[in-house]
């Protein structure tokens, strides 16, 4: 009986604790998803202030410490910075095409082959532009080139040649971007993109990126403004802009040890904006935007 009284005590104290184990595991995943979904608000809170027209890139606005642990910060840029793959491809602005793969060390030959290849991927018709370059034949899939726009950075992987891109330049895909109005915008594209799209020399781009983000920086007021601090004066200046109408937002939202990150682009044409795009992506250590 005493055995019997003895294992029931055991049995007792084992669902006790592990009782109380489950509740305190239970109570600490609802405090998870409770901050969560805080941290989830407050980055939608930095989405919101950052949509509105009139906040630029640097506005106090931009970063709200609601509490110790609570806060949300935003940067704002636009898809611009970086170059809307599908407008080069014109006959126009092919040349600048291939006087950006040059800059990354491709030949003269070269870079008009690949630059032609991608032409022939959006092209209506099936006729190779260049001997160099890839229409239906050289593919070893049927369907390819497709014949139209690209409609997604992952399609560059299929593009014959791509390859030589690769080794060139490990991150080419990064210059490059499917949205935006066609321009570069000179206040958020890097030194590098600068430079290859103007031609002018790195040391002049990155003193323009100096002359706008430095301790006194402010946003360049002209594109002769522009022209002159890269010391291309007097060329033509049409595919740039000083601001682009389509908005990158980055907000980054804390609750305790709780972060959510989203992106979203917006269309600023015509007052009201419009969402293109919404996602959450994650970031490292302290997750700055």
């Known amino acids: 009986m005493l055995l019997a009284v003895l294992c029931l005590l055991a049995v007792l104290s084992f669902l006790i604790i592990t009782t109380a184990a489950m509740s305190k595991e239970h109570g600490e995943m609802q405090q998870a998803r409770t901050s969560m979904m805080r941290a989830r608000q407050l980055a939608e809170s930095g989405i919101a202030v950052a949509a509105h027209p009139l906040i630029k890139a640097g506005d106090p606005l931009l970063q709200n410490h609601v509490s110790g642990i609570e806060s949300y910060e935003a940067k704002v840029t636009t898809e611009e910075r970086l170059l809307n793959l599908n407008a080069l491809l014109t006959a126009e602005h092919l040349p600048l095409l291939e006087r950006i793969f040059m800059s990354w060390g491709l030949s003269l030959v070269g870079a008009q082959d690949i630059a032609a290849t991608f032409m022939d991927w959006t092209d209506a018709d099936d006729l190779k532009r260049r001997p160099g370059s890839a229409e239906s034949l050289d593919y070893q899939h049927p369907g ?146």
């Open 144 to 289: 390819l080139p497709p014949n139209r726009p690209f409609t997604s950075l992952d399609e560059l992987n299929q593009v014959a040649r791509v390859e030589e891109l690769n080794a060139a330049k490990p991150d080419w895909r990064t210059w490059f971007i499917l949205r935006g109005n066609g321009q570069l915008d000179v206040n958020t594209a890097s030194a590098e993109i600068i430079a290859a799209v103007t031609g002018a020399t790195m040391e002049s781009a990155e003193k323009l990126v100096s002359t706008r983000t430095g301790p006194n920086g402010a946003p360049l007021k002209s594109l002769e403004e522009a022209a002159a601090i890269l010391s291309i004066a007097g060329s033509d200046t049409s595919l740039l802009t000083l601001s682009g109408p389509t908005r990158h937002v980055e907000s980054i939202g804390r609750a305790g040890a709780a972060k959510c990150s989203i992106a979203v682009v917006l269309d600023l044409k015509g007052g009201m904006p419009r969402m293109l795009e919404w996602r959450e992506f994650s970031v490292k250590g302290n997750g700055v935007p």
